[in-house]
Nanobody, 110 residues
Framework: VQLQASGGGLGQAGGSLRLSCAASGIFVRFRRVGWYRQVPGKQRELVAEIGSGNVPNYADDVKGRFTISRDSAKNTVYLQMNSLKPEDTAVYYC?????WGQGTQFTVSS
């Protein structure tokens, strides 16, 4: 099982960016998938998740700004991030059925 995250880098406050997590060896359809983030000195925290029932769950500080989705045909999970804030700066990790991707750094400049 491999999860390849991409789309990180540098963003601007108020802007938008989309993270992608391409899965191989496991199908994202009907699986619980999630995005987490971690900043130095803090625990990894859940940003967004979606289960087999396709009902998303979001951390309070990203509700209304971030959207998690999956494309079964591409076997990829996405995190659309809008109205970016500097506090969104972190290393972002995808998780599919308790398997972690390698993480992608995302920095938001003010």
């Amino acid at each position: 099982v491999q999860l390849q995250a991409s789309g990180g880098g540098l963003g601007q406050a108020g802007g938008s960016l989309r993270l992608s997590c391409a899965a191989s060896g496991i199908f994202v359809r009907f699986r619980r998938v999630g995005w987490y983030r971690q900043v130095p000195g803090k625990q990894r925290e859940l940003v967004a998740e979606i289960g087999s029932g396709n009902v998303p769950n979001y951390a309070d500080d990203v509700k209304g700004r971030f959207t998690i989705s999956r494309d079964s045909a591409k076997n990829t999970v996405y995190l659309q991030m809008n109205s970016l804030k500097p506090e969104d700066t972190a290393v972002y990790y995808c998780n599919v059925a308790n398997t972690w991707g390698q993480g992608t750094q995302f920095t938001v400049s003010s």
